[in-house]
């Protein structure tokens, strides 16, 4: 099967006459917990405005003068180090905006690439030319492949919906553990507004943070110890944030982000070269988000990504439904990238296709870290380090780096 405009509605709301798409943006009744108002618009425009009106939406000078506050803040806290902050970066358009924008503004970043083992040629090529235009420094983490690939596996016998937790989750891992090795306070993240803060529940775990969920799904179905591969949990990020004092900051929430204007830029400053969606840098992604998803649980995360730009002013909903009559990618690359990512994680053409025909299973039929149990250890544990941290702060062991940049 191809993961191509079938997937534009379930079959069974076709013939029930139960299909319907939003006024407004290319949101549908695939979408669980989807809701329309009288006028057709659905649920995630509100959303939308009231997360924009309170983040990207403000005063333009009070946008500017954060974002001056934010790069002072940067320098002066790094002023006697070698790296004033941390930036991840991919290959993707994102954080190879971000990378210009730090050399821009005069900042010392230490780049840092996560290698999972699904880098894309053209990602290395991209990243290759970030770093010698710019001239920062690299670190690249490597994970531990026989243990990372297990615990991808997992994910898949499990039959959750959210196949790139352990990605999206030992990246962050990754960057604190760094930043903490380095004495850094700040981390760059390129996460905006603007182009990915639609998400709908159902379509992603909202929880991508939840070691308990992950170590609980692998306990399940793995086969291997995860011994080497970093973490970040609740009391690992109590650590990074309340002891260490890391935090991050999305830069791009401070500044006009058009993605049109940032392509050209970064095609014309830096040599980048497009990947033909969003997150596809990585074969991995491309595979999850184009073949996989909507093969397996009808899901084109498309609508969500479309929908973003629509309602941040930066695609007509034209534009999008003309982008979502054309395949995910094309057919080609889509059983090349199938017949990679089977070989890659070790599944039998038997065991793949009994992955294939699972039916879906809820993230939360596993421990999370919102069970009782976990929450109740968590406010045991730091109502104990309350006092503590805050002698330590008092007495000038401990630091308290200043907020800056805004929070979704």
């Known amino acids: 099967m191809t993961a191509t405009t079938s997937t534009l509605a379930n079959d069974s709301e076709q013939l029930t006459g139960g299909y319907r798409m939003c006024s407004v943006t290319v949101m549908d009744t695939t979408v669980p917990g989807i809701t329309f108002n009288e006028k057709g618009a659905c649920n995630f425009c509100d959303y939308y405005e009231a997360l924009a009106t309170r983040t990207v939406l403000r005063d333009p000078a009070v946008l500017k003068s954060e974002y001056d506050v934010a790069i002072q803040t940067i320098k002066h806290e790094g002023r006697k180090k070698k790296y004033d902050c941390i930036l991840g970066i991919s290959g993707g358009m994102d954080s190879t905006y971000l990378a210009w924008l730090a050399k821009k503004e005069g900042l010392r970043p230490l780049l840092?690439?996560?290698?999972?083992?699904?880098?894309?040629?053209l990602a290395v090529k991209n990243i290759e030319?970030?770093?010698?235009?710019?001239?920062?420094?690299?670190?690249t983490f490597?994970?531990?492949w026989e243990e990372f690939r297990d615990l991808q596996r997992t994910y898949f016998e499990a039959s959750v919906v959210d196949v790139e937790?352990?990605?999206?989750?030992?990246?962050?891992?990754?960057?604190?553990?760094?930043?903490y090795q380095n004495n850094i306070k700040y981390i760059l993240a390129g996460n905006?507004?603007?182009?990915?803060?639609?998400?709908p529940d159902g379509w992603v775990y909202k929880d991508k943070l939840d070691l308990v969920n992950l170590r609980d799904i692998h306990a399940t179905y793995g086969r291997l110890k995860l011994r080497k591969l970093p973490r970040l949990g609740i009391i690992q990020r109590y650590f990074y944030e309340a002891v260490a004092s890391i935090q991050t900051v999305n830069l791009l929430d401070l500044i006009a982000y058009n993605k049109a204007s940032v392509k050209k830029l970064i095609e014309k400053e830096l040599n980048w070269r497009d990947y033909g969606g969003k997150h596809y840098e990585s074969v991995f992604t491309r595979f999850y988000q184009g073949y996989y998803l909507p093969t397996k649980f009808n899901i084109d995360k498309?609508?969500?990504?479309?929908?973003?730009?629509?309602?941040?002013?930066q695609m007509t909903r034209s534009e999008a439904l003309t982008i979502l009559q054309t395949p995910t990618y094309l057919e080609k690359d889509q059983q090349a990238d199938l017949r990679y990512v089977i070989k890659k994680l070790g599944f039998s053409e038997a065991e793949w296709e009994t992955i294939m025909r699972n039916p879906r299973v809820e993230h939360a039929s596993f421990k999370t870290e919102r069970d009782f149990s976990t929450?109740?250890?968590y406010f045991l544990f730091r109502s104990a380090m309350y006092i503590p941290v805050?002698?330590?702060?008092l007495i000038g062991i401990l630091s308290r780096t200043k907020q800056i940049g805004s929070r979704w």
Request: charged letters at 20%; a neutral charge; proline letters at 2%.
């Open 165 to 179: 937790v352990p990605t999206d989750q030992l990246i962050f891992a990754a960057l604190n553990r760094i930043a």
């Open 375 to 377: 929450r109740a250890f």
């Open 192 to 199: 905006n507004v603007v182009c990915e803060s639609i998400n």
């Open 112 to 121: 840092v690439h996560f290698d999972n083992g699904w880098n894309s040629e």
């Open 129 to 139: 030319n970030i770093v010698n235009i710019l001239g920062f420094d690299l670190h």
């Open 142 to 144: 490597v994970m531990d």
């Open 302 to 313: 498309r609508k969500a990504h479309l929908s973003n730009l629509i309602l941040s002013g």
């Open 390 to 393: 805050r002698l330590l702060r």
